[in-house]
């Protein structure tokens, strides 16, 4: 999840488990793939970071995309 803009090319995300927002990691958005879902909790933690992430993904969703982009079948 993007917890911070840097610039036009690089952000912070954190995913409330390995990444905190205490400690996010910065990446470059042309390695991230974009969703239109928004977290809107307030206050913004790891807990509502790691529950929100949990509730708007699924595993085979994630497996289809890493497919599609490395032409793997």
Known sequence: MVVQFYDDKHVAVADGLVRKLN?????NIRHLIIHRVKLEARP????AIRTFIAEHSSEEEVRKEVVQDHGQG
Do not use: A, H, T
């Not at 400690?23 to 990446?27: I, N």
């Not at 913004?44 to 807990?47: I, N, S, V, Y």
């Open 44 to 47: 913004m933690d790891d807990k």
């Open 23 to 27: 400690r996010p990691k910065r990446k």
